[in-house]
């Protein structure tokens, strides 16, 4: 009895369905409207702050594990942060390889 006035018929709610759609649809561009223009517009790079942030990375010492071992790399990896300088002045520093070597095994542009 219930069912027979056609109360529960999912026909009956699709106005209401397709109106709430295309609410959020609306909603949802708008959005990403204001968000580029408030936001996204105007941003540029500052690549020498990346460079400064990538070679600074601690995490990069796992690169010379191959070359100097992990006990050194370690030990390059605290100095590097004690004194607050790059791993290759920190490595340079404690001897385990010159600063050119250094740039030969050290590409963290390609660790991908």
Do not use: W
Not at 46 to 60: A, P, Q, Y
């Amino acid at each position: 009895m219930a069912a027979s006035q056609g109360n529960f018929e999912l026909n009956v709610f699709m106005p209401v369905l397709i109106y709430n759609f295309t609410q959020s649809v609306r909603l949802l561009s708008e959005a990403m409207v204001s968000f580029n223009d408030n936001c996204v517009v105007g941003i540029v790079a500052d690549r020498e702050k990346m460079h400064d942030n990538l070679h600074h990375s601690l995490m990069l010492v796992t690169a010379l594990n191959p070359y100097i071992g992990y006990e050194n790399a370690a030990k390059t990896a605290k100095k590097a942060f004690k004194d607050n300088i790059s791993l290759k002045e920190a490595c340079v520093e404690l001897g385990f390889l010159t600063a050119e070597r250094f740039d030969e095994v050290f590409h963290p542009e390609q660790m991908v």
